[in-house]
C-alpha cells in the first residue's frame, strides 16, 4: 500500500522476483486494457482521466479472477490494492474462498511533495495521459481520505509494515526486506 509515486509498483516487481511470487498490480492491468481498447479498457480510461478510481465492482472482479490462478499457489503481491475499506472486505473474501491468509501488509510512505515530483516527471517520461496535476493530486487525495485509514485494520492484526519509500531504489528495498522478515516467518 502507499500513495501514487511511493515506488509500489518498482518494490513489488523487486519483492516478488526475491520471493519468487508474482506481483499483481490492478494498475498494470488497467492501462493493458486502455492500451488494448477493451471495454474494461475504456471504462478505466474514463475514470482514469478524471483522477478518480475504477469501480470496486470491476476491480473486485478482476483481482478475484487474477488470484484464482495457479500461479499464485505458492504466494503474490498486491500492488495497489485494497484501496478502501470495502475492497477490505472483498479481499478477505477471496482470500477466505481460496483458503489463503494475508501474511503482510506493507505501506510505502512519503512526502507529498516528493510524490507530486515523481509523479509529474514520470508523466513526462512516458507520456501518461492520466498523470495531469489535477489527476495526481485528486489521487493523492483519494488515498488520504479511503486507503490510509486502512493502515489502522491492518495494524490491529499485525501484519502491517511501514516503510519510508524515499531513497536509492536498492535502500528502499533494504529497508522493505527487513520489515517483512518477521512477518514471514
Do not use: W
Not at 509515486?5 to 492501462?31: C, N
Not at 482514469?48 to 470491476?58: E, N, W
Not at 472486505?89 to 507530486?116: F, K, N, P, Q, Y
Amino acid at each position: 500500500m502507499g500513495p501514487q509515486g511511493a515506488g509500489k509498483g518498482t518494490q513489488a516487481a523487486r519483492l516478488a522476483e526475491r520471493y519468487g511470487v508474482p506481483a499483481i498490480s490492478t494498475g498494470d492491468i488497467f492501462r493493458a486494457n486502455i492500451k488494448g481498447g477493451t471495454e474494461l479498457g475504456r471504462l478505466a480510461q474514463e475514470y482514469s482521466a478524471k483522477g478518480d478510481l475504477v469501480p470496486d465492482s470491476v476491480t473486485n472482479a478482476m483481482v478475484r479472477d487474477r488470484l484464482a490462478e495457479a500461479d499464485v499457489a505458492r504466494g503474490f503481491i498486491l500492488d495497489g490494492y485494497p484501496r478502501n475499506a470495502a475492497q477490505v472486505v472483498e479481499l478477505d473474501a477471496i482470500l477466505d474462498g481460496l483458503g489463503v491468509s494475508l501474511d503482510a501488509v506493507v505501506e510505502l510512505t512519503a512526502d507529498r511533495d516528493e510524490l507530486l515530483a515523481r509523479l509529474s516527471k514520470r508523466a513526462e517520461l512516458e507520456g501518461r495521459e492520466d498523470d495531469t496535476a489535477e489527476a495526481i493530486a485528486r489521487r493523492l487525495d483519494i488515498y488520504d481520505e479511503q486507503t490510509a485509514p486502512l493502515t489502522a485494520a491492518y495494524a490491529e492484526r499485525g501484519v502491517l509494515a511501514q516503510v519510508d519509500g524515499i531513497g536509492a531504489i536498492d535502500d528502499v528495498t533494504g529497508r522493505l526486506v527487513a520489515a517483512l522478515e518477521p512477518l514471514l516467518s
